[in-house]
Structure formats: C-alpha cells, structure tokens
C-alpha cells in the first residue's frame, strides 16, 4: 500500500452520464496531482493541488473538473466524457510540491471505460 | 516544456542476465530523475531516483547513471527475477513537484525463466 487509495477501481459510463473519482492521501502530503494514463502514451498530467489551491492545468478539457475540499482529498468531476477519454486515471501526492525531487506517490488508479 | 524518450519500449532477457533501460530528456533544468515500477493493476511505485548533482546510484540489484551533458540517464537490473517483470517509467522533473513529473512511455520488462 502505498497510502494513496483511489474509488472506484473500475468504472463504465456513457456519454451522457457523470461520475466522479475520489482519491484519498492518509500521508500528510500537501499536494496531489491527477495523471491520465492511456496504452501507449506516457503518463499525462492533468491537475495539480497544492494546500488545496489548483496550481496547474495543462489544458484539460473542461468535461474533466477538479475538486480539492482539503488536502487529503482530491476528487475528479466527468461529464459528458468521449471515447477517446477511457483510461486509467490516477492519482498522486507528494509532501511539498515546491521542494525539489519530492517522491510522488501514486495510488492504483480507476480503470475508465466510456460508451 | 520538457519532453523524455524511453527505449525500448519492450525488453525480454534470461533471468539472472542484466537489463538496461535508457532515457534521454530536453529540459536542460532538469534535475530529478526518478524511475518508477508499475506491475499489472496496481499504480505506478517509485523503485529508484537521482537527483542532478549525482552522477550514479545503486541500490541493491538496482543502479541508475545519469550524464547531465548529454541529457540522458539509464536503469540496470542486475541478476534479473521473476518479479522484476513489470512496466518501468523514467521521469524527469526541472521544478519540484508542482510542474509535476514528465514521464517516458515505459518499458515493458520481461523475466524469461
């Protein structure tokens, strides 16, 4: 365990639909990040929270919302989400997002599938 | 921003033969490097990093090197198992933990008994 747990582990949805992911730190770190992981691609990052506060977009599409209530909780908004959308998504934390080298910790990902 | 190459994209050795997977990056202000294990169904889970001012590190079976010159870094597994059959990412990040890390496309490992 690597004290990063990710809800659901799976998760099926249409294109209508919203649904949202939750991860949970119980490390004490003070940023978390979302990573889309797709077959065949590298590791993509999407969303970064320090102290609770979004420091980061790398030009996510707006059917994709971040929300970050304290900083052991970060979860991730879908809505009307495309094929094209389905993979794993996953979360991380680290204890300080300005130090260099900071370990990130990652959970074990929800499996996306969008029909 | 930073972009990092990965090779191969799949490697297959004998157990107990050696593996090296290497990386190259852009980003000269680049100065941490960690390599991260991934095995089926479970996340990605740090095995080893160096930082910019190191040249090389070992831990165990585990070494990687780093040549800031020419902006590529290396992972050896030595005496390969079994269960070194995985998915290995390089990363690289120039700014701590808030730009995050830019990953390689991975390697998939596997142990030929």
């Known amino acids: 365990e690597t004290g990063v747990t990710q809800t659901p582990r799976h998760l099926v949805m249409g294109m209508t639909n919203k649904k949202s992911l939750k991860c949970e730190q119980h490390l004490g770190h003070n940023a978390m990040y979302w990573y889309k992981q797709s077959a065949k691609k590298p590791l993509e990052l999407m969303f970064v929270y320090s102290l609770e506060e979004r420091v980061e977009n790398n030009s996510v599409p707006s059917r994709f919302s971040p929300e970050c209530p304290n900083s052991s909780h970060l979860f991730l908004h879908l809505h009307t989400l495309q094929p094209e959308d389905s993979a794993l998504y996953l979360c991380?934390?680290?204890?300080?997002?300005?130090?260099?080298?900071?370990?990130?910790?990652f959970g074990q990902g929800t499996r996306l599938t969008v029909v | 921003g930073e972009n990092v190459e990965q090779h191969p994209s799949t490697l297959s050795v004998q157990e107990g033969d050696s593996a090296v997977i290497k990386c190259t990056y852009s980003?000269?202000?680049?100065?941490?490097f960690p390599w991260y294990k991934q095995e089926l169904g479970k996340g990605p889970q740090l095995i080893i990093d160096i930082r910019s001012n190191v040249g090389e590190k070992k831990d165990q079976r585990i070494a990687v090197t780093l040549n800031k010159t020419a902006k590529h870094f290396s992972l050896h597994i030595t005496e390969t198992q079994p269960e070194d059959s995985a998915v290995y990412f390089c990363a690289a990040s120039s700014g701590g933990g808030a730009d995050g890390l830019t990953f390689g496309k991975g390697t998939h490992l596997i142990i030929q008994p």
């Open positions: 991380a934390s680290s204890q300080d997002p300005w130090q260099i080298s900071t370990e990130a910790f």
């Open positions: 980003d000269s202000a680049s100065n941490y």
